[in-house]
């Protein structure tokens, strides 16, 4: 299972930093992905690493303002969330793609062990 935390309110602008702790066995070629999903939106993804910690991709609407990274000692990943915009607002989900494929995917139906989300809410 994998749980996210770290939420919250930020004025835009500001930054926020997201964990998600992953309990149970992960390989490193398995994957971690955040995902958010906004009121009425679909599920989207953010960014994702692979276990192992040598490929990461972003969300286009991301790139340059989040970064992913990994603590496999402590089992976690991160992300950091830099010059946050309002339509940044959404529940933040990490998940595990177990597949071992070679490629970073970007479907949340790809994706498994969702725990609940944690809320980011960007004030104008």
């Known amino acids: 299972q994998l749980q996210a935390s770290g939420g919250g309110l930020v004025q835009a602008g500001g930054p926020l930093r997201l964990s998600c702790v992953i309990s149970?066995?992960?390989?490193?070629?398995?994957?971690v992905g955040w995902f958010r999903q906004a009121p009425g939106k679909e599920r989207e993804f953010v960014a994702a690493?692979?276990?192992?910690?040598?490929?990461?991709d972003y969300a286009d609407s991301v790139k340059g303002r989040f970064t992913i990274s990994s603590d496999k000692g402590k089992k976690k990943v991160y992300l950091q969330m830099n010059s946050l915009k309002p339509e940044d607002t959404a529940v933040y989900y990490c998940?595990?793609?177990?597949?071992?494929?070679?490629?970073?995917?970007?479907?949340?139906?790809?994706?498994?062990?969702w725990g609940k989300g944690t809320l980011v809410t960007v004030s104008s």
């Open positions: 149970g066995r992960i390989l490193n070629s398995y994957a």
């Open positions: 690493i692979k276990w192992s910690g040598t490929t990461t």
């Open positions: 998940a595990a793609d177990r597949s071992g494929y070679y490629r970073l995917r970007k479907i949340h139906y790809d994706y498994e062990n």
